[in-house]
């Protein structure tokens, strides 16, 4: 849950801008969650402050509260439990779709998962996803001229 989330920045000038002003929410858990507004509208800050991307220590002004379950997240809660897609992904265009999933599941799952285990959630999330049918294909680079590569909604 979010509760009353205000997060302001401090300009060059030395005045303040808000970003976040009162933001109050909830996240369902397993279910999946829109984030929409308009360029500027503070979606990205609101998910970096979620996933601990953005510090809480250089805003101007920072208040409210985030709780996991009911209680304040530290970073390796926010780390297992959060995650999200940048605006322009980072993706190696020599691997193929399941050896990228392969690989960010030995970053976030812990050591004491079983590879099995890791494998199997990410053939789910290949299912879960309807990307089953290109697990085996190369990310490719779209910027490459006739290169072979997995559609902009599949790389989402």
């Not at 989330?5 to 999946?32: H, N, P």
């Not at 089953?132 to 490459?144: E, I, L």
Request: glycine share 10%; aromatic share 4%.
């Amino acid at each position: 849950a979010v509760l009353d989330l205000r997060y302001a920045v401090k300009k060059a000038d030395g005045s303040t801008k808000t970003i976040l002003d009162g933001i109050t929410t909830v996240f369902e858990a397993g279910a999946m969650t829109a984030i929409m507004g308009t360029s500027g509208a503070g979606k990205t800050t609101l998910l970096d402050l979620l996933a601990g991307r953005r510090s809480t220590k250089t805003a101007a002004e920072y208040s409210g509260s985030m709780l996991f379950a009911g209680a304040a997240p530290n970073e390796v809660v926010r780390k297992r439990y959060c995650g999200y897609c940048e605006q322009f992904d980072t993706l190696i265009p020599v691997l193929s779709v399941r050896e990228t999933l392969d690989c960010t599941a030995e970053l976030k799952c812990s050591s004491k998962v079983a590879s099995a285990q890791k494998r199997a959630r990410v053939d789910e999330i290949l299912k879960e996803l309807g990307l089953a049918a290109v697990a085996d294909s190369k990310v490719g680079n779209p910027a490459v001229v006739g290169a072979k590569c997995i559609s902009g909604g599949q790389r989402k």
